[in-house]
């Protein structure tokens, strides 16, 4: 700073001095600014369903003596987040102070591995009417971290969906894949919701009732299978539903990946009546063998009526 331009600052300085400690008693408090935000931590909702916007409250204030000037800049490099401060400049009168609202707006879908580092810089511009030179500039600084909350997504995917016919204590196996469709790796659980119900009927699950795996971000699991075993004992058909379930361990709030497969028990036949088990013939069959029995009868009756008949002739006869 030039020797003229040093006298005439300090000049100023002592009149804004001399005019502060005519409005207080005590004594003058340098020109200077504060920062602060009230979240310096925020998480951005990036779930499909959702907007990707996050607000923070900031505010900037003057704590000297003077009225007093103030810019703010941001320092951000999120490529895949826009950052905006809704005001940049404040005049502040002496211990006054003012919120403002700084808004992140990013895209759906972003990896929960993101973060990214923000920092906000107030600065002095003017004191009074007098422009504050760079050389004796009062600043404030505040620093915080955008990061991406996770959220959690899952579909069940089971190819084969047709109805599984049973007998009496017959085992079966049913395969199914998951895929993680959230922004970070999942533990995903695949389990069957309506077990306890069918284990009071007399269904068995020899290999649990439940599958879980470590699926990555945009990843598909191996294929995994649950077993079903029939009751050990069936008096009637009857049908019922086994509904499987997959859900977020990341998310506890995920929407769950449902699906319904049908199964169909079939009693065991006894036997009894004709031909040892008359019940499994069909009426066709039923139908051929009444007619084989009408000729069969009918012949019969043609081979007795004939043999009175010649009996009679031969006897009709002389000796």
């Known amino acids: 700073m030039s020797t003229p331009r040093r006298w005439s600052f300090l000049l100023a300085l002592l009149m804004l001095s001399s005019l502060a400690m005519q409005t207080t008693a005590q004594a003058p408090t340098a020109p200077g600014v504060e920062i602060d935000c009230e979240d ?30 103030i810019s703010v800049e941001k320092e951000w490099d999120g490529m895949e987040v826009d950052m905006m401060l809704g005001e940049d400049t404040f005049d502040l009168g002496p211990g006054e102070e003012e919120d ?35 050389g004796l500039s009062s600043n404030a600084t505040v620093s915080g971290d ?5 959220f959690g997504m899952v579909d069940l995917e089971i190819s084969d969906k047709s109805t599984r016919t049973m007998q009496e204590g017959e085992e079966i196996n049913i395969s199914f894949q998951f895929q993680n469709n959230g922004n970070d790796e999942d533990k995903i659980r695949v389990s069957i919701t309506n077990a306890v119900e069918l284990e009071e009927l007399g269904f068995m699950f020899p290999g649990g ?25 069936v008096l009637a058909d009857e049908r019922y539903q086994i509904i499987f379930q997959a859900q977020s361990g990341n998310d506890e709030d995920a929407p769950v990946s449902e699906t319904t497969i049908s199964i169909q028990l079939e009693a065991a036949k006894t036997a009894g009546g004709l031909g040892g088990g008359l019940e499994e013939v069909d009426k066709d069959t039923m139908v051929m063998y009444g007619s084989i029995a009408a000729a069969v009868l009918f012949g019969l009756i043609f081979v007795v009526a004939l043999a009175k008949a010649l009996r009679r002739k031969a006897n009709a006869q002389p000796m």
């Open 209 to 233: 009732t439940f599958v879980a795996e470590d699926v990555s971000e945009d990843g598909v699991s191996t294929v995994r299978d649950l077993t079903v075993r029939a009751p050990s004992e």
């Open 100 to 134: 403002f609202t700084v808004t992140f707006t990013g895209q759906t879908r972003l990896s929960s591995e993101l973060s990214y580092d923000f920092t906000l810089s107030a600065t002095v511009t003017n004191v009074g009417m007098l422009d504050w030179p760079e």
């Open 146 to 150: 955008l990061n991406i909350a996770t």
């Open 40 to 69: 310096k931590q925020p998480e951005m909702d990036v779930h499909p369903l959702n907007d990707p916007v996050v607000e923070i409250t900031c505010t900037v204030k003057n704590p000297s003596s003077f009225q007093e000037s």
